[in-house]
C-alpha cells in the first residue's frame, strides 16, 4: 500500500507531544523463532488472499486513507530491534460490526468498522492497532507454530490464519471442527498478549499517543465480551490486572499532551455511522462462507460434500491401531477411516464426514487433538474448553461434574454434553475426555453420535480411550 502523508492538523498535534523514556519501562523480547521474517512475509500473504476471499474486506478510501494514517504512524515508531526490512505493513478496513480487529505475519492488519464506530478517541483505535502491530513485530503467529509439534503443526499458513482472525469466520478459515474447538493455534497465549501490550505502549507513546487509552478501550473490549458482543477476547485471553499493568506503563513513559481526539476521527465515525449497519461476524459466516480449502490428511482427503443421511455403520469390534506422529498411538474401529486435519484428527466410519463451508464435520466417530492452555490443572483447562464449546454451539449442554479416571497413564477427566447438530438439526450425544501433556497443553478425545445411537457408540468411545499410549 502506497505511503500517506498525515493531515496538517494531526501532525501539528503530534508536535505538542512529549515523551521521555524511562528507564522504569518493561523490556520486551521476541520470542524463539525457527521461521524466518521471509516466512512470515509469504504466510501473511497466502492469508491475506484468503481473508480477501472470506472477509467483507472494505475499498472504501476514506476509511482506508484514515486508518493508514494511524497505522503508518505506529509503524514508524517501531523499536529497531524489532524491524524487519522483508514487512510491508498495510491497514485496510471490515464492514463488520464487531469490535476486533487482527494482523497477519508480514504485516497486513485488519480493522473491524465496529472498532472505529465503538471506540470514544482516536487514542483507543491507535491503542488497538498498536497492540495488533506489535504481534507482527514480536512475529507472534511463527512463534506460535515454532512450539507446535509435528503432530500438530499441519498447514501452517491456514493455523496462522485460523489463530489470528478468531470468532466464527476463524474457525471456518482454520478448518475448525463441527464443535469449533479452541484448538493449539486459535489463540494467543496471555504471555504473547502481554508482550503486544507492553511493546504496544511503547509504541504509542513514541508516536506520540497516550497508552492509557489502549487500557481505556481493553476495559470497554471486556465489558462488550460480558454480554456476548466481541470475539476479539476469545483470541486475545486478558494476561490479568491488563489496565493496571498498562496504566503503570504509561505513567513510566511520560507522555503528555498527547491527542486523544481528533477531527479526523470525528469525521470517520459520522462518515461510518452514515452508512447501512454493517452485519456480525456470525452473520457474515453464515451467508458467505466460500472457503473450498480442504484438510490435509495422512491418510486421504475429506470429501467435499455433506455427510450421508442414510445408514452408518456399526462400530466394528475389530481394532486397528494408528500412530499420530510423535505424540501417540490408539486404536480404533477397523471400520473408521482417518481423516487428519490442521491441528486434530478425526476417525469416522464412512459416510459420517464430510465438508461444510469448507469446514471439516463429521456426525459419527471420534476427534483428537491439542488445545493451549495457560492453566496448568486439568479441570480448569477442561472448563476453558467446554466453554469455547459453548461459545461456538449456543445449544450446547455440558455438565461440569466429571468423572475421574486415567488416559495414556495420565490422569483424566471425562464429561457428557448434548447438542443439536447443524448438520442433521437432530439431537446428538457427545463424550469429552481430557489430560495434560507434559508442556502442559490439554490433550482433548471427543467422541459424537446421534442420541438415538449413543448406546452403540459409547463403547467404541470408552475402547478408544482406553487405547492411547503418548509417545512422549
Known amino acids: 500500500m502506497a505511503r500517506v502523508r498525515t493531515r496538517a492538523s494531526f501532525a501539528a498535534a503530534a508536535v505538542l507531544a512529549f515523551v521521555t523514556t524511562a528507564a522504569a519501562q518493561t523490556p520486551v523480547s521476541a520470542p524463539k523463532n525457527k521461521y524466518s521474517p521471509a516466512d512470515d512475509v509469504k504466510l501473511g500473504r497466502e492469508a491475506a488472499q484468503q481473508v480477501d476471499k472470506e472477509m467483507p474486506v472494505m475499498g472504501d478510501a476514506q476509511i482506508n486513507r484514515y486508518l493508514e494514517s494511524i497505522g503508518r504512524r505506529l509503524a514508524e515508531n517501531i523499536p529497531p530491534e524489532f524491524r524487519h526490512s522483508e514487512f ?22 485488519y480493522i473491524n468498522r465496529g472498532m472505529i464506530e465503538k471506540a470514544r478517541t482516536e487514542g483507543e483505535v491507535a491503542g488497538v492497532m498498536a497492540h495488533e502491530l506489535s504481534h507482527v513485530a514480536l512475529r507472534h503467529g511463527t512463534a506460535q507454530a515454532t512450539k ?6 499441519g498447514q501452517v499458513a491456514g493455523q496462522i490464519l485460523g489463530a489470528i482472525v478468531g470468532g466464527t469466520k476463524g474457525q471456518i478459515i482454520a478448518q475448525g471442527s463441527q464443535f469449533g474447538l479452541g484448538t493449539y493455534f486459535m489463540k494467543f497465549s496471555r504471555e504473547y498478549e502481554k508482550q503486544a501490550d507492553i511493546l504496544g505502549s511503547h509504541i504509542m507513546a513514541a508516536a506520540g499517543y497516550d497508552p492509557r487509552d489502549m487500557a481505556n478501550v481493553f476495559r470497554t473490549i471486556e465489558k462488550e465480551s460480558g454480554s456476548g458482543g466481541p470475539q476479539w477476547m476469545s483470541d486475545h485471553p486478558n494476561p490479568g490486572n491488563r489496565y493496571e499493568y498498562i496504566t503503570k506503563e504509561a505513567q513510566a513513559l511520560r507522555v503528555s499532551n498527547a491527542p486523544r481526539d481528533t477531527a479526523q476521527f470525528r469525521s470517520a465515525q459520522s462518515y461510518l455511522r452514515s452508512l447501512p449497519q454493517a452485519p456480525t461476524s456470525e452473520q457474515w459466516a453464515r451467508t458467505h462462507s466460500t472457503n473450498t480449502n480442504q484438510p490435509a490428511g495422512t491418510s486421504g482427503r475429506v470429501p467435499d460434500s455433506r455427510p450421508s443421511t ?20 490408539v486404536n480404533v474401529p477397523a471400520n473408521w477411516r482417518e481423516l487428519a486435519s490442521n491441528n486434530s484428527v478425526t476417525f469416522a466410519p464412512e459416510g459420517a464426514y464430510g465438508t461444510m463451508n469448507g469446514s471439516s464435520v463429521f456426525t459419527h466417530g ?3 487433538g491439542v488445545s493451549r492452555s495457560e492453566n496448568h490443572d486439568l479441570q480448569t483447562a477442561t472448563d476453558e474448553l467446554l466453554e469455547s464449546l459453548r461459545q461456538s454451539n449456543p445449544r450446547l449442554s ?3 461434574n466429571y468423572d475421574r479416571g486415567s488416559i495414556g497413564g495420565r490422569q483424566g477427566l471425562h464429561t457428557t ?17 481430557t489430560t495434560l501433556l507434559a508442556d502442559g497443553s490439554l490433550f482433548y478425545v471427543v467422541g459424537v453420535a446421534p442420541r438415538d445411537e449413543y448406546s452403540a457408540y459409547s463403547g467404541a468411545f470408552r475402547n478408544v480411550v482406553r487405547s492411547i499410549q503418548f509417545t512422549r
Not at 480487529?101 to 497486513?108: N, T
Not at 507446535?148 to 503443526?153: E, L, Q
Not at 452408518?312 to 500412530?323: C, E, G
Open 417 to 433: 454434553a448434548t447438542n443439536v447438530s447443524d448438520l442433521t438439526g437432530g439431537q446428538e450425544a457427545i463424550d469429552l475426555y
Open 366 to 368: 471420534v476427534e483428537m
Open 88 to 109: 510491508r505493513y498495510s491497514f485496510t478496513g471490515v464492514n463488520l460490526r464487531d469490535i476486533n480487529a487482527f494482523a497477519l505475519p508480514g504485516g497486513p492488519m
Open 398 to 400: 455440558a455438565s461440569r
Open 310 to 329: 442414510g445408514t452408518i455403520p456399526r462400530p466394528d469390534s475389530r481394532y486397528q491401531t494408528y500412530s499420530e506422529g510423535n505424540l501417540f498411538r
Open 148 to 153: 507446535a509439534t509435528p503432530y500438530a503443526i
